[in-house]
């Protein structure tokens, strides 16, 4: 199992503060977890999470790019961070 965490403004936007989502044959990276969240969530809830300026969070540690995922691991996005 993997859980996929939503931060801030992006968990308002979406409505759900965390997901499980399933380790199996198709779930090898974090794109992988994005198709599945289409799949079920639907476009628009997966555009949110990969829109621009989106964070991503493997395992606590900001990360760029589709890197692979294990069984357990934990997947956060982040929306972007203002200030001012």
């Given at each position: 199992m993997i859980r996929?965490?939503?931060?801030?403004?992006?968990?308002?936007?979406?409505?759900?503060?965390?997901l499980d989502i399933g380790f199996d044959s198709d779930i090898q990276s974090i794109h992988d977890i994005i198709a599945r969240i289409r799949d079920q969530?639907?476009?628009?809830?997966?555009?949110?999470?990969?829109?621009?300026?989106?964070?991503?969070?493997?395992?606590h540690q900001i990360v760029?790019?589709?890197?692979?995922?294990?069984?357990?691991d934990e997947v956060a996005f982040f929306p972007p961070v203002s200030g001012g």
């Open positions: 996929v965490l939503f931060f801030a403004k992006l968990r308002e936007d979406l409505g759900v503060e965390s969530r639907g476009n628009d809830f997966a555009d949110n999470i990969t829109a621009d300026g989106i964070v991503t969070a493997l395992n760029k790019g589709n890197l692979p995922v294990n069984d357990g």
